[in-house]
């Protein structure tokens, strides 16, 4: 048996140990207090409020209660869209598939043409001998041949103004041919005036027929040209362009070169009459033509 005797001191008390009383504070260096003058206190004020405004200014919690403006988001009918629609070349294809019957008429009935005027191109003599043994032009397979001319100027004009004015539609093509058809049916008519009002039947009337036939000619060339430009492919747009203003401006000089050899006697005499007449049917429907496509 264990007995356990209490005495009067606590059996659970930890004694510490004994701590030296003193304590070698040789090797430690006094420290010096600094008060700080009124001067310094105020300029570390100062700091302080500097930087406590720019932390106010960019304080990412700060509130502002000033309406954002908001954004709008436009709906899809409101959004402009420089979309070009694709204008569809049907009605060029039935304008040319319509030319081809006719040329095929004339050629059919008249074989003797296309050589007609391919020699009166460089042979006075034949030119005139063609005027008289044709009626000056005025039968049904010069009418034909000329209705091709019409169709076939007013759709290369048309071609140029849909690819680099963006006027594609049939009225423009429409207004194109009412324009040319004038041009050259005013012509024919002035030049039959003057003829009338002033001795130069003759000459007039050759003129007007050498403009005919050149017009044919031009009709018959711009056939695959126009063929090219609307149904080939884009690569080829500018070449057959370039090709047909070169033929036209081919013919075009020879035009003038034998109008000016018909005009000769004519022009040395009265000048100013010749003045005018250039005036008036060659140098205005170019600015009037030019003029209209631009207000377009």
């Not at 430009?229 to 036209?248: D, N, R, T, W, Y």
Request: aromatic content about 12%; overall charge positive.
């Amino acid at each position: 048996m264990i007995s356990l005797i209490v005495t009067g001191q606590n059996p659970f008390e930890v004694k510490g140990r004994a701590v030296a009383s003193t304590l070698d504070t040789s090797g430690i260096p006094s420290q010096e207090i600094v008060v700080p003058n009124a001067d310094s206190v105020a300029a570390s004020q100062s700091s302080l409020d500097a930087r406590y405004d720019k932390l106010k200014e960019n304080n990412p919690f700060e509130v502002s209660h000033i309406p954002l403006k908001r954004k709008t988001t436009p709906s899809i009918g409101q959004i402009p869209l420089d979309i070009k629609p694709k204008v569809s070349s049907n009605f060029i294809f039935w304008l040319m598939l319509f030319t081809l019957p006719l040329l095929a008429l004339v050629l059919a009935s008249k074989r003797d043409l296309l050589s007609k005027l391919t020699r009166s191109l460089f042979n006075e003599n034949v030119l005139k001998l063609t005027r008289r043994q044709d009626g000056s032009g005025l039968n049904l397979h010069f009418i034909l041949m000329y209705i091709v001319f019409f169709i076939n100027a007013s759709v290369f004009i048309y071609l140029i103004l849909r690819e680099y004015y963006d006027l594609a539609t049939v009225q423009i093509w429409f207004y194109v041919l009412v324009g040319v058809t004038s041009v050259y049916i005013v012509r024919h008519l002035t030049l039959r005036i003057f003829g009338w009002l002033f001795p130069l039947e003759k000459e007039s009337a050759l003129y007007s027929f050498t403009i005919m036939f050149i017009n044919l000619l031009t009709g018959l060339l711009l056939i695959p040209i126009n063929l090219l430009m609307a149904f080939g492919p884009e690569s080829f747009f500018k070449p057959a362009f370039i090709v047909g203003l070169i033929i036209i401006g081919i013919l075009l000089l020879i035009r003038y070169i034998r109008g000016f050899l018909i005009s000769a006697n004519f022009i040395l005499s009265d000048i100013f009459l010749f003045f005018v007449y250039l005036c008036t049917l060659e140098i205005a429907p170019l600015l009037l033509g030019y003029r209209l496509i631009a207000n377009l």
